[in-house]
T-cell receptor, first 112, second 114 residues
Framework: SQTIHQWPATLVQPVGSPLSLECTVE??????LYWYRQAAGRGLQLLFY??????ISSEVPQNLSASRPQDRQFILSSKKLLLSDSGFYLC???????????FGSGTRLTVV | AQSVTQLGSHVSVSEGALVLLRCNYS??????LFWYVQYPNQGLQLLLK??????LVKGINGFEAEFKKSETSFHLTKPSAHMSDAAEYFC????????????FGTGTSLTVIP
């Protein structure tokens, strides 16, 4: 079965600082990978998804970017954080043809 | 296009009472439907899913949901609430297109009153 590792678990960053959140997947190869953001009271918003190395699709124009340098690694980045980037960020994985997501434990980001 | 509506952002029930969390969906293709649970500061955990076949789906922790095509609904129920059921619950519909995306509802926070 798939296992997703996300780190860090919590992060407090000042406005204007850079961001790098990492997600790695174990127990599978060639997964589809996703970054979601969960803002307070607003449910889950899909930010990026990737179906392979170097392949990134962005769902929402924003201050963030994503990269997939390796098959089982997915990175969420920002050059300059905004207050509105605060939220709970979740990485998820699924296999093509396999129905259902596996989620990481999330990163709580607070921009101050 | 797929979308999910969860009626009621907050639901409170007494311990031992019936839990009913509502979910309606829209989908241009036969849907795959899911319920996930999220405990504070944790990721989402799959409760149950409907893909094909039997419309009454049983999941973990005593939860079940029934797919009703005519009502475009997939409500989550549990006969008797337990304190440990207090959490955020998300309904989702799967996009069977490229990327196999999910579309989530905005969530329902369940409070269990002792």
């Amino acid at each position: 079965s798939q296992t997703i590792h996300q780190w860090p678990a919590t992060l407090v960053q000042p406005v204007g600082s850079p961001l790098s959140l990492e997600c790695t997947v174990e127990g599978t190869s060639n997964p589809n990978l996703y970054w979601y953001r969960q803002a307070a009271g607003r449910g889950l918003q899909l930010l990026f998804y990737s179906v392979g190395i170097g392949q990134i699709s962005s769902e929402v124009p924003q201050n963030l970017s994503a990269s997939r340098p390796q098959d089982r690694q997915f990175i969420l980045s920002s050059k300059k954080l905004l207050l509105s980037d605060s939220g709970f960020y979740l990485c998820a994985s699924t296999m093509t043809g396999l129905i259902g997501y596996t989620f990481g434990s999330g990163t709580r980001l607070t921009v101050v | 296009a797929q979308s999910v509506t969860q009626l009621g952002s907050h639901v409170s029930v007494s311990e031992g009472a019936l839990v009913l969390l509502r979910c309606n969906y829209s989908s241009s293709v036969p849907p795959y439907l899911f319920w996930y649970v999220q405990y504070p500061n944790q990721g989402l955990q799959l409760l149950l899913k409907y893909t094909t076949g039997a419309t009454l789906v049983k999941g973990i922790n005593g939860f079940e949901a029934e797919f009703k095509k005519s009502e475009t609904s997939f409500h989550l129920t549990k006969p008797s609430a337990h304190m440990s059921d207090a959490a955020e619950y998300f309904c989702a519909v799967s996009d069977q297109g490229p990327g196999n995306q999910f579309y989530f509802g905005t969530g329902t926070s369940l409070t269990v009153i002792p």
